[in-house]
């Protein structure tokens, strides 16, 4: 989600801005219409948008394996600011108002899909407190975690009951209600990686990073450090790799004019944080067309075998009508990464137009 508070524009953008908000009200383009009251699964459609092409990835070989735009007329739609890939092929994705859309990887059958709201506290009635941001899952156990970003709270969902816990950790109580747990991963050994969105309103800064040495909920103590990344750009989600690294997925707010905004994945190593330092990084991927340029905020990982992964991504389309809730995936070969031939295969692979299976 994105705040447009304490936007500072220089005069000339201004204006444009002012002139091209009040076309968005005039015209009423900016709010989704007309929806329905009710969710229906047969009303969720998914149209493939973009095909296949090779991507100019800093590391190993990666390829765009399809975009694909969702859709429902559905109220409670949209908005999706987290990703989970569950290990049946469905997808977990969550939302700014506290809804869960389970549906099933495009041009494969996984059951129907279905939206429904995240179980919690009812006494919490207002849309910020129901601001899912994150999430991440335990492989073994099935257990999940959500962070809440206008709360500062992780809650941890169990697999086997319909019980649930939640902590607010006080190294996050300080963090702005707009920029909370903006990212969560649980690590192989248990750990928990938490990212802020870092700035305040449209002024990106450094994020606060946690790594608790346990799972939060159940009282970890973090590790505190800080992501530094290009000049703009702000975290939205994180994706552990099979190597241990992960990747990170930034967004750029880019005012006044659509396609409003940029995105970029970064990869960097758990391993190499240290109290109160920053945290290092190497850019991977800058999106550029064919890649459409839109609201990216969740990712998740699909492990190949083999040092190849599937990388899925989706889209906040924020209930606009200028939005969309388009999913990505992208096919990334980390195995080739030390291949000094790569350069070589990459050209010849361009020349025949092959790309790998879906």
């Known amino acids: 989600m994105w705040d447009v508070g304490g936007l500072h524009l220089t005069s000339a953008k201004r204006l444009i801005a002012v002139a091209f908000l009040t076309f968005l009200i005039v015209e009423g383009v900016w709010c989704r219409s007309p929806v329905a009251p009710r969710w229906q699964s047969a009303d969720f459609q998914v149209s493939r948008i973009v095909s296949r092409a090779v991507l100019p990835a800093t590391e190993g070989d990666m390829h765009l394996l399809g975009v694909w735009q969702l859709s429902s007329r559905a109220r409670s739609f949209g908005g999706y600011s987290s990703l989970l890939a569950l290990p049946d092929g469905r997808f977990w994705a969550f939302s700014d108002f506290g809804w869960r859309l389970a549906f099933s990887q495009p041009s494969r059958s996984s059951g129907a899909p279905d939206l429904q709201k995240v179980p919690g506290d009812p006494k919490l009635i207002k849309k910020w407190q129901h601001d899912i941001e994150s999430s991440t899952r335990d492989p073994q156990t099935g257990d999940l975690w959500l962070g809440y970003e206008g709360m500062n709270m992780i809650r941890r969902h169990s697999a086997t009951s319909n019980e649930w816990a939640a902590a607010f950790p006080p190294e996050m109580e300080h963090w702005p209600k707009n920029s909370g747990p903006e990212s969560l991963q649980r690590l192989a050994d248990g750990r928990f990686l938490v990212l802020s969105e870092g700035g305040t309103g449209t002024r990106p800064g450094p994020s606060e990073g946690l790594l608790f040495d346990k799972d939060p909920v159940a009282g970890g103590v973090p590790t505190r450090f800080r992501l530094i990344p290009p000049k703009g750009y702000r975290p939205t989600d994180l994706a552990l790799l099979p ?11 880019d005012l006044p004019l659509p396609p409003f905004f940029r995105s970029r994945l970064l990869i960097a190593d758990p391993a190499t944080i240290r109290e109160g330092e920053n945290w290092s990084w ?77």
Do not use: C
């Open 243 to 253: 190597d241990g690294r992960v990747l990170i997925l930034l967004r750029k707010l």
């Open 282 to 358: 190497q850019t991977l991927l800058d999106f550029a067309p064919p890649i459409p340029a839109e609201n990216y905020e969740g990712m998740d990982i699909r492990d190949l075998g083999g040092g190849a992964v599937d990388i899925w991504i989706i889209a906040d389309d924020n209930q606009a009508a200028l939005e969309r809730t388009l999913l990505l995936k992208l096919r990334w070969n980390i195995a080739l990464q030390n291949n000094s031939s790569r350069a070589k295969d990459q050209a010849h692979e361009k020349a025949r137009g092959t790309f790998p299976t879906p």
